[in-house]
């Protein structure tokens, strides 16, 4: 019998979906999740790093190889994720796209990309899941917020749209649907080195000034998401909705 404290974070009988399971931030999401005990099911467009991913993932697992892009598939992507081990109580939009392009190169091409897999697959994604939630009663989404939802960095004027709108789509899904016992939230992310930051971390001098310009000092480990991770996903959050977190070492609060 686990002690009080530790039932908080357990999520033994938990079904989870986690987007962009196949690297980065989203894998060790997914990861962290099945080892508490969740079922997870990862949803990421490379089928060969989702196979690697459950190769080397402790607990139950299973994928779904699809382009989160594309919006008209995504209710075919819900059932193809419940068809795994039962409809999702746990939702992780983790997958993201960052063009890098200044205010003078963004294209339409890019510009709807980033919005689409940044702000309008979060939503659309949980829609089709969140019936379920309502019978059970219970349900966690989270959301990937960024250091961008409140801060402008160079080259993102897209993806600091797709981002700030994240904040607010975070607020109004939990203003909609926590009377149902649905929890919403989103994780901010400081600078962890994954492959959607690999040109941060391939110039030290500037990784290096990031680290100072944090309250703590330092850039993020993985497992430093691991602890709000499992917050945000289980009953510890109960009286928490609506919220971002901020995992950036006090960057933003400087």
Known sequence: MLPDNAQLFDLSGKI?????????LGRRTAETLARSGARVVGVARRADLLEEWQLNCTGETASVSYDLSDRDGLPDLAKAVASKFGPPDIVVHAAGVNTRQTADEVTPQGWDLTLDL????????????????????WGRIVNFASLQTTRAFPGGVSYGASKAGIGQLTRAMAESWSCFGINVNAIGPGFFSTELTAAVFADAERAEKNARQTCIGRNGSMEDLDGPILFLCSDASAYVTGQVLMVDGGFTAK
């Open 16 to 24: 989870a979906c986690v987007t962009g399971a196949s690297s980065g």
């Open 118 to 137: 940044n702000l309008a697959t979060p939503f659309f994604l949980s829609q089709a899941f969140v019936p379920e939630m309502k019978k059970k009663g």
